[in-house]
């Protein structure tokens, strides 16, 4: 079986083009880096290895199996051991070891040198989205699972038409250049997630509290996708990762353009919002932020997630509400599911989200919280 | 007050209870072996739904059936209860059975807490089951109980914690008492290196029980302690360290890998030889590889986490280390068909399972050797590849083994053949549904499908879809073994003869078929 | 220990200890060994911080050697029958402690009961004998004692 996995997906790697990295249905995706690289040709060694080892040990038992049984008259010899041969097939092994060892030793140091990278980027994982942080270029933003609930949601009903890029595809990917030593610094904001990039040989754990680090250098343009690789809860399934590599000068100019829209994008702080516009504003920063544990029908997931239709926070005074909501929520000295959104939303988007859950499904406080007093009760 | 001194420690005699008293109070070893077995299936086929209701929202992509939050719960309840209730209480239930007779020992040495160390399972098992139904439902954070997720998670991560401990409790008892039994209790001329290879096999597994389960107690009552009592362990804001948690588990975890297949290499170099009719081949080296292992599973419990970015140092360290395995894994695998080298072999069920067993349990070994390799590891860790290697080991390998077992012994355990035909279905139809739904997770592993995710892209669909089916075939081949028990047990078959099998050796091969309630009351002399 | 006094003088003995596959110093070394390995992983995670490891580790080491104990108080337990005069003495040890029947040689009566168990019996007294023997040496213990005693095997 082995042997038939191998020949499939030699006949795939041989007829399938290469500028997909998905394209890959046996084996390795298309390797995008040096370490991806290596990592394929140490897959691809020890594989060969195995099926030597493979054919030898098998022929051999159904050799056995067919020559030696009782049915085709086979007499029992009675030898039950053989101090050499016992000896041989302890050592053979030994040296087939070391010889996968060696090149795995060169990779594995290969893999461990960060050192001197062009571009730094902190990958931050959250329940359940990824926030980069551009060390150098100051450049800030979270990524989102962009495949609409509509493609996903199938329960008693047929979902609308998939994408091709179903589930992993993002509304804002990391932006890399080639040729250029990417450093990914991990860390995260609640539980352990993984940053997966498969085409380019890395996977790094995000553990909260800590920072791990990990680097790449992709070798061509290109698209490639990953996915959170460490179990972290509910949407574990749904939180990918995109990479988009391209030239210096087209990062260049991303970057360029990055900086001017950060500003720009948030809203201006002067503004004077008027209840509607803070109920629209906040339905779409709802389901940006808050939907996956809240639900959209604000009856959250009883026992795991609490609802906010109803919720005496969401119905008493504003300024708690608001508090939880910059804050998070803490118990016993650690921080719940509900993290703290105070860093990661503006003044104003946290007051229209605010704003929203006051006036939406059964709660009907008429309230408007404004941009201002969000800002006021910031620590 | 003589007479009754004289029938001290004999009161079992005769008059034992009956009914369901009978098994609630018995400290007989095949009883509380029985019951051992009984419950291991029937937990294996509650671990079972939960595998074929994960299966059923695979067949394709979208999410038809359930919850993400709530797949979670199918994904981590079908890892304990396949591990801690299914796999391991079958192992000790063919101790309990198979070791006092292989021995020539009367019973176990403690048969009160024998006794004790069972009835604990029940419960754990019914907190298991009853948590899917406290507020938020069971624990999702995974078998591996990953701190700190399962910190966060509802009241049913503490029924989780509170069984875990129960199971970890039976398991020591139990541990104790088979090594105790082992030791103390041979028959005369039953030196050690003459002991048969199952025995051996649970001498060194219950030594790695013994040494690693207040590990998981520890583990699991320090995150019990952070969700409630304000400590931080785990907790990085509070000074504690998340990846702790996770070398704790796998220190423990490594060990409980080999805990789950010694045994079952114990029981395949029992079937061997008999089906051979050869004696086996290499029995002390047999012995020494299963020794090293016992002992490099106690060094390599960091290959299970490579990713969370150790020191190149160690990650070589335990790459190598990792790889050593292979070495005394093999060996056993060229012992195994050395045994069968030149013999004059039949294919009965057991036979059967057993050559399954190589097979496949050698597949598992070669993903394994992949996995060893740091860097590709790197790539492949919490993949589909991952999950097919586990279950090439612990499916292919853990329970082909206990049904090779479970042919085996049953004619001598109840005195009647089984249906060979019915038999050797159950092989075919299991063999063929296992690679069905394991085979293609290799493919969508390397190609980069992350596990425990409840939904998947398009171009995972095919190979799901595979998955699926065999899993559903799986299942269901595997009530061919119950209608099978049923009938045997019935008493539909032929009636077994001491021997059972013409190639058996070994002392429980001289008992009566089934063997008498007592049995080596007094120590039989071995030669 | 009241019967070893008068046990001089004996025309018959019949010694036999119960069948221990490891001696009283294996089992200290087995405890021993258990017992650093289990400890000295505990230990080392206390060192790093996992205290909680520590206290189950104790709590099963303490199972442990009482299971080891019970096993050693019952691994010297024997049993001697022996005849002198007119009296016949089976003393039993068991857990460290012996007990002494004594039997009228002309009263006493060899029974087998159910398998090859053995009882020697006087005046609605019973006493089995010979738990420490396999079926054959029993078979052959009962003969003798029934000659000793009787002339006649036991019935």
């Given amino acids: 079986m082995i042997s038939k996995g191998l020949g499939l997906f030699a006949a795939a790697a041989a007829g399938l083009a290469a500028d997909s990295a998905l394209a890959n249905r046996y084996n390795l995706q298309e390797p995008q880096s040096i370490i ?14 195995i099926v030597g080892i493979f054919v030898v040990v098998f022929g051999t038992m159904t050799w056995a199996i067919v020559k030696h049984r009782k049915s085709v008259g086979h007499q029992a010899e009675q030898f039950h051991e053989n101090t050499t041969v016992e000896i041989i097939w302890t050592i053979i092994p030994f040296f087939i070891l070391i010889g996968m060892a060696l090149p795995a030793t060169k990779t594995v140091i290969a893999m461990k040198d960060t050192s001197s990278p062009d571009i730094t980027i902190k990958a931050t994982g959250y329940q359940w989205k990824w ?44 932006v890399v250049p080639v040729g250029k030593k990417v450093r990914i610094i991990a860390t995260a904001a609640d539980v352990i997630h993984a940053w997966w990039v498969p085409a380019l040989g890395i996977k790094q754990d995000a553990i909260p509290g800590f920072v791990r680090d990990t680097w790449f250098k992709v070798d061509k343009e290109g698209t490639y996708r990953g996915q959170c690789a460490e179990l972290c809860g509910k949407d574990h399934g749904f939180m990918p990762i995109v990479v988009e590599a391209v030239t210096p000068e087209q990062y260049a100019a991303w970057v360029a353009a990055q900086k001017t829209k950060m500003p720009a994008a948030a809203p201006d702080p002067g503004k004077q919002w008027t209840l509607d516009e803070l109920k629209a504003q906040g339905e779409k920063v709802y389901a940006g932020n808050c939907v996956a544990c809240h639900q959209a029908t604000g009856m959250g997931l009883p026992g795991t997630f609490p609802a906010l239709s109803g919720s005496k926070i969401v119905t008493g005074p504003k300024d708690e509400q608001i508090k939880t909501v910059l804050n998070g929520v803490v118990k016993g000295g650690k921080p719940t599911a509900m993290a703290a959104f105070g860093k990661q939303l503006s003044d104003a988007d946290l007051a229209a989200v605010i704003t929203y859950t006051r006036n939406n499904w059964s709660n009907r406080t008429g309230d408007m919280v404004t941009p201002a007093e969000v800002k006021a009760l910031r620590k | 007050m003589e007479a009754a001194h004289a029938h001290h420690g004999h009161e079992a005699h005769g008059h034992h209870p009956t009914g369901i008293m009978r098994w609630i109070t018995t400290t007989n070893h095949k009883d509380i072996g029985t019951l051992y077995l009984l419950f291991a299936l029937t937990m294996f086929f509650v671990g079972g739904v939960l595998a074929l209701m994960l299966r059923l929202e695979l067949f394709e992509p979208g999410m038809q059936f359930w919850r993400p939050e709530f797949f979670n719960q199918l994904t981590t309840m079908h890892g304990l209860i396949m591990v801690f209730g299914a796999i391991m209480p079958a192992f000790v239930g063919f101790a309990n059975w198979q070791v006092p007779l292989m021995i020539g020992a009367p019973d176990m040495a403690f048969a009160r807490m024998n006794n004790w160390s069972f009835w604990l399972l029940p419960p754990a098992a019914v907190l298991l089951v009853v948590s899917f139904f406290v507020p938020g439902g069971a624990i999702a954070a995974g078998w591996t109980l990953y701190a700190p997720l399962s910190t966060q998670m509802g009241p049913g991560t503490d029924l989780a914690i509170f069984a875990v401990h129960i199971l970890g409790a039976s398991s020591i008892m139990g541990s104790i008492n088979i090594i105790t039994t082992i030791l103390n209790m041979r028959a005369p001329g039953m030196t050690l290196m003459k002991m048969p290879l199952f025995v051996w096999t649970w001498l060194i597994t219950a030594y790695l029980l013994i040494a690693v389960m207040p590990v998981l107690a520890g583990a699991v009552t320090m995150v019990l302690t952070d969700r409630h009592f304000g400590t931080s362990f785990f907790n990085a804001a509070g000074g504690g360290d998340p990846v702790m948690f996770q070398h704790i588990f796998w220190f423990f975890g490594h060990p409980e890998v080999y805990i789950m297949i010694l045994p079952g290499f114990g029981i395949i170099s029992q079937i061997v030889p008999t089906f051979a009719r050869k004696p086996l081949f290499g029995y002390s080296s047999m012995v020494y590889a299963t020794a090293s292992i016992a002992i490099l599973s106690f060094m390599v419990w960091a290959h299970h986490m490579f990713t969370v970015g150790m020191p190149a140092a160690a990650q070589l360290f335990f790459m190598y280390a990792t790889m050593l395995i292979a070495v005394p894994t093999g060996v056993k695998v060229f012992n195994w068909i050395a045994t069968m080298w030149k013999g004059s072999m039949t294919f009965e069920t057991p036979m059967l399972f057993a050559c399954g067993f190589i097979f496949v349990f050698s597949m598992g070994g070669f993903t394994g050797l992949v996995l060893a390799i740091t860097p590709v590891d790197i790539q492949l860790q919490d993949t589909y590849y991952v999950v097919a290697h586990f279950h090439y080991v612990l499916v292919a390998g853990s329970l082909f083994a206990l049904f090779g077992g479970a042919y085996y012994w049953l004619p001598k355990w109840i005195g009647r053949m089984y249906d060979e035909t019915l038999g050797k279905w159950h092989f075919w139809l299991s063999m063929v549904f296992f690679n069905v739904t394991f085979f293609p997770m290799h493919f969508t592993g390397l190609a980069g499908l992350p596990r425990r995710v409840p939904d998947y892209n398009m171009q995972f669909a095919d190979f799901n879809m595979i998955s699926t089916i065999g899993a559903f075939g799986f299942g269901l081949s595997q009530l061919i073994f119950v209608y099978l028990l049923w009938k045997a047990i019935g008493g539909a078959g032929e009636k ?13 091969w001289t008992l009566p078929s089934p063997p008498p309630y007592h049995t080596f009351e007094t120590p039989p002399v071995v030669k | 220990m009241e019967c070893s006094e008068r046990a001089h003088a004996t025309e018959f003995t019949r010694f036999a200890r119960r069948n221990n596959s490891l001696s009283s110093s294996g089992r200290l070394f087995v405890f021993a060994f258990l017992f650093i390995v289990s400890i000295g992983i505990a230990a080392a995670f206390a060192v790093i911080g996992a205290w909680p490891i520590l206290p189950f580790a104790g709590l099963e080491m303490g199972v442990l050697y009482l299971a080891f104990r019970v096993f050693e108080r019952h691994a010297a337990d024997y049993e001697r029958i022996a005849i002198a005069g007119d009296r016949v003495e089976v003393e039993i040890c068991e857990a460290g402690r012996a007990r ?21 019996r006087s005046h609605g007294r019973e006493v089995e004998i010979g738990r420490h023997l396999n079926d054959d040496q029993r078979r052959a213990l009962a003969r003798e004692l029934g000659r000793r005693l009787h002339g006649t095997a036991g019935h």
């Fill in chain 1, 36 to 49: 991806a690289h290596q990592i394929y040709d140490l897959h691809t060694l020890i594989m060969w290895i």
């Fill in chain 1, 131 to 174: 926030g980069y942080d551009y060390l150098q270029e100051g450049i800030s933003f979270y990524s989102n699972l962009s495949t609409p609930r509509d493609q996903i949601d199938e329960y008693g009903k047929k979902g609308a038409k998939k994408n091709e890029h179903y589930l992993i595809e993002v509304d804002n990917p990391v």
């Fill in chain 2, 496 to 508: 077994a003869t001491d021997k059972v099998w013409e190639g058996a050796q070994g002392l429980e």
């Fill in chain 3, 100 to 120: 002494c029947h004594e039997f009228n040689r002309y009263w006493a009566q060899v029974v087998s009961g159910e398998g090859a168990r053995l009882a020697l």
